[in-house]
C-alpha cells in the first residue's frame, strides 16, 4: 500500500477555485490509479476523477467534467485535482486513492486512501 496525503481544501466562495494536492510515498507506484473521490454529509462516497501514474490517462465523472482536471507531477510524486467553478453541491471531504482497480469509478478498487481533506463551498 500506499501512504497518501492530502492538502489544499478550505472554504471558498461558489465560483472560486481550489487545487488539491495528494502526496504519495511508500512503494513503487508508477503502474497506479490514482483518484480522486468525495464524501458529503449522509451520502455515499463517490467517484470524482482518476488518472493512470504512467500512461497519463484520465477519467472524470460526468459531474465535474470541465470543471475539474487531474494531473500529476513526476518530480513530486504528487497528484493534483484542480477544481473551477465551485458550487455549493462540491462541498465534501475529498480523498485520494491508489489502486489497481478493474473499474476507475469504483471505491473497492482502491487499497489505499488517504485521510481527506474538507472542501466547503459557500453561496
Known amino acids: 500500500q500506499l501512504q497518501l496525503v492530502e492538502s489544499g481544501g478550505g472554504l471558498v466562495q461558489a465560483g472560486g477555485s481550489l487545487r488539491l494536492s495528494c502526496a504519495a510515498s511508500?512503494?513503487?507506484?508508477?503502474?497506479?490509479?490514482m483518484g480522486w473521490f468525495r464524501q458529503a454529509p449522509g451520502k455515499e462516497r463517490e467517484f470524482v476523477a482518476a488518472i493512470n501514474w504512467s500512461a497519463g490517462s484520465t477519467y472524470y465523472a460526468d459531474s465535474v467534467k470541465g470543471r475539474f482536471t487531474i494531473s500529476r507531477d513526476y518530480t513530486k510524486n504528487t497528484v493534483y485535482l484542480q477544481i473551477n467553478s465551485l458550487k455549493s453541491e462540491d462541498t465534501a471531504v475529498y480523498y485520494c486513492a491508489a489502486g489497481f482497480p478493474r473499474t476507475v469509478a469504483v471505491v473497492t478498487g482502491y487499497d489505499s486512501w488517504g485521510q481527506g481533506t474538507q472542501v466547503t463551498v459557500s453561496s
Open positions: 511508500g512503494r513503487t507506484f508508477s503502474s497506479y490509479t
